[in-house]
């Protein structure tokens, strides 16, 4: 009988480090990987910019509030999105200063020296996707289409 239980051991053994090795919660493969979610406001109108290979990207800036009135603070993202051609492009080239919106994103730290010889550190993130939550206030009182309320 021993035999038969030793026999069985390397299935055992080898069966307990897949279910150990796999992930219960995902069918994808295991990435190494950050994500972002942020609700927040646009800084500005997104921008079309050539990267330095020559592909375009849109840049645009989020700032997401927390506190109250008095204790307000505003964190400011940077988000890049490499969107083709269409009309997904042309919807978020489109979007106004003062939209709130909620992206997801890739997260990653890129670090750099400076003029000065010092390491300096950003946070990049890539879109993934963009939601509008609601546009800003645009009336007859406002036409600069800054938000009125917050």
């Given at each position: 009988?021993?035999?038969?239980?030793?026999?069985?051991?390397?299935?055992?053994?080898?069966?307990?480090?897949?279910?150990?090795?796999?992930r219960s919660f995902s069918n994808s493969a295991a990435h190494n990987?950050?994500?972002?979610?942020?609700?927040?406001?646009?800084?500005?109108?997104?921008e079309l910019v050539a990267?330095?290979?020559g592909k375009e990207m849109i840049k645009y800036a989020v700032g997401s509030?927390?506190?109250s009135r008095e204790n307000r603070t505003i964190s400011w993202f940077r988000v890049n999105s490499f969107v083709n051609e269409g009309p997904q492009r042309d919807y978020l080239l489109g979007l106004p200063k003062g939209?709130?919106?909620f992206v997801e994103g890739d997260?990653?730290?890129?670090?750099?020296?400076?003029?000065e010889g010092r390491r300096q550190s950003t946070l990049s993130i890539l879109q993934r996707s963009i939601e509008?939550?609601?546009r800003p206030y645009s009336g007859p009182d406002n036409e600069s289409g800054e938000s009125q309320q917050e």
């Open positions: 009988m021993s035999a038969f239980l030793a026999s069985l051991r390397p299935g055992l053994r080898a069966s307990s480090t897949a279910a150990l090795s796999a990987a950050a994500k972002m979610m942020i609700t927040g406001r646009l800084a500005a109108e997104p990267t330095s290979s509030s927390y506190g939209t709130l919106v997260a990653s730290m890129r670090q750099w020296e400076d003029n509008v939550l609601k």
